[in-house]
């Protein structure tokens, strides 16, 4: 098993940045990936990444204003954002998996997920 925690969700102004982490345990994960959802939506596929090899996958009309990036070391994943848009407003969920991944921005490619961290973009 592997378990997983969000942090670092906030209410910003439109046009600012925000970094989100995503601590992992248990099992070594062979995919991490960031997920956003809105009420009434279903999740959406941000960015995913391999820990191993630092290949990563993005979501094209994100690419650009969203990173993800890891530290083996710690355990981590980040999802830098910036330009932010009040559109961006949503719950922020960090998803792994332990097995091969082969549509990384897939919900159904997860079997473990975190509880999701909030972010509010206001205008």
């Known amino acids: 098993q592997i378990q997983v925690a969000e942090s670092g969700g906030d209410s910003v102004q439109a046009g600012a940045s925000l970094t989100l982490t995503c601590v992992y345990s248990g099992d070594t994960p062979n995919c991490l990936a960031w997920f956003r959802q809105v009420p009434g939506k279903g999740r959406e596929g941000i960015a995913a990444?391999?820990?191993?090899?630092?290949?990563?996958h993005y979501r094209p009309s994100l690419e650009g204003r969203f990173t993800i990036s890891r530290d083996n070391a710690k355990n981590s994943v980040y999802l830098q954002m910036t330009s932010l848009k009040p559109e961006d407003t949503a719950t922020y969920y960090c998803a792994a998996d332990r097995y091969s991944v082969h549509a990384p921005l897939a919900e159904d490619e997860y079997t473990y997920w975190g509880q999701g961290t909030q972010v509010a973009v206001s205008s």
């Open positions: 990444i391999f820990p191993a090899s630092g290949s990563t």
